[in-house]
């Protein structure tokens, strides 16, 4: 064994663009993004147990239901592996929010137990192991700052990067049950795309260029608004603390926006707070 324990930090991601491609024969859909991590961040905890237990501070977690678990499960099924492990999971990342918390845990497992099984799987596996979980999990698996992902999340291709824009994040008090589902669901023809906004993206960051709320496009969005009730009002008060443009963060509910400095951050995250509204404020990475 190579490790007896290990820490992981797992951060949450938004999209700077996210396109429906189109609905593939066996029921999913393609999609072309640009993903970047931010620095708000779930925390692991690894240790080789004779039993598979997970600790979390938030309950409802602690469930066979969590991705984390199932992480679990499927490396087990691949590797033939019998081993144990004790997981400390301190949830920090606003839950079922479109900012990737649960699939970046998965990540974040696949990773330690890698290590801490002495499996040896490469990459690739890896990534492959993670696009069974989920569209997010490769991304995060890849360890990718920001990058392009295409397919069903399974196709990465790291991007320069655009390290220490800051932005600031609000998780409306909103949900909906299977929520990534739904919103899938709900797609019709007219709302696919062909991956322009994507390919603008990827080719200013290929520059070295500024980010501007022009570059960002979710296909979700106008979706979003009639999805969750109340979301449009969650938006008008982002944009009275002084948000410049509101984006919807994944499948949502969350929302960001982009800020300047980091001054101008914390005026929007103190106002958005006084308001008892669950906020961060982040930077890329």
Known sequence: MS??????????????TLEITGKRPDGYHDIKSVM????????????????????????????????VYRAIKLLRQYSGSRMGVSI???????????????????????????DIWSLQLSREELVMLGSRLGSDVPFFVSGAGTALVEGRGER?????????????????????????????????????????????????????????????????????????????????RFLDCGAGAVHLAGSGPSLFTLVDNRAEGEEILRQLREARLEAHLVQTV
């Open 88 to 114: 400390k999971l301190k949830k920090n990342i606003p839950m079922a929010g479109g900012l990737g918390g649960g699939s970046s845990d998965a990540a974040a497992t696949l990773r330690a137990l890698n």
């Open 3 to 16: 490790d007896t324990s290990r820490q992981e930090r797992a951060p949450a991601k938004i999209n700077l």
């Open 36 to 67: 970047q991590a931010v620095d708000l961040y779930d925390e692991l905890e690894f240790r080789s147990s004779a039993r598979t237990l997970l600790y979390c501070n938030c309950a409802v977690l602690a469930s066979p239901q969590n991705l």
């Open 156 to 236: 990465i291709k790291g991007l320069a990067g655009l390290p220490g824009q800051y932005l600031v994040l609000l998780r409306p008090r909103l949900d909906m049950a299977g929520k990534t589902g739904q919103m899938y669901a709900r797609l019709a023809p007219a709302d696919f795309t062909n991956g322009e906004h994507t390919g603008s993206l990827v080719k200013k960051i290929s520059r070295g260029s500024e980010l501007s709320p022009a570059d960002l496009y979710n296909g979700f969005e106008h979706i979003a608004f009639s999805a969750f009730p109340g979301l449009s009002i969650y938006r008008q």
